[in-house]
Nanobody, 123 residues
Framework: VQLQASGGGSVQAGDSLRLSCRAS????????VGWFRQAPGKEREFVCD????????NYADSVKGRFTISRDNAANTVYLQMNSLKPEDTAVYYC?????????????????WGQGTQVTVSS
């Protein structure tokens, strides 16, 4: 499956952004999907994920209460709504697809990756 992430940009602290991750050929319904981010000089870190049905979600503590992941399988797209953005949220954001049933917190748990979209939050 091919994934295309979009929606990044440059915003002020406190602003919102919505990222989208579109999958090729109606494939997204077959996968659990996660978002990761990587800041300069840092390792790629888990942000959140959603299971195939959209019922179960997990969030990193750093974004809990501010970010919301959702999916629209009919639209073949997974979304990441980011509110109350902080400068420390600045990173390249990646979406990824997995068939792993649970415990999808590490990059190696995902088989397919999008190209990344830059999010820059200034104070």
């Amino acid at each position: 499956v091919q994934l295309q992430a979009s929606g990044g940009g440059s915003v002020q602290a406190g602003d919102s952004l919505r990222l989208s991750c579109r999958a090729s050929e109606g494939a997204v319904r077959r996968y659990h999907v996660g978002w990761f981010r990587q800041a300069p000089g840092k390792e790629r870190e888990f942000v959140c994920d959603v299971n195939r049905s959209g019922i179960a979600t997990n969030y990193a503590d750093s974004v809990k209460g501010r970010f919301t992941i959702s999916r629209d399988n009919a639209a073949n797209t997974v979304y990441l709504q980011m509110n109350s953005l902080k400068p420390e949220d600045t990173a390249v954001y990646y979406c990824a697809a997995s068939t792993r049933v649970s415990g999808r917190y590490w990059p190696q748990d995902y088989s397919y990756w999008g190209q990344g979209t830059q999010v820059t939050v200034s104070s």
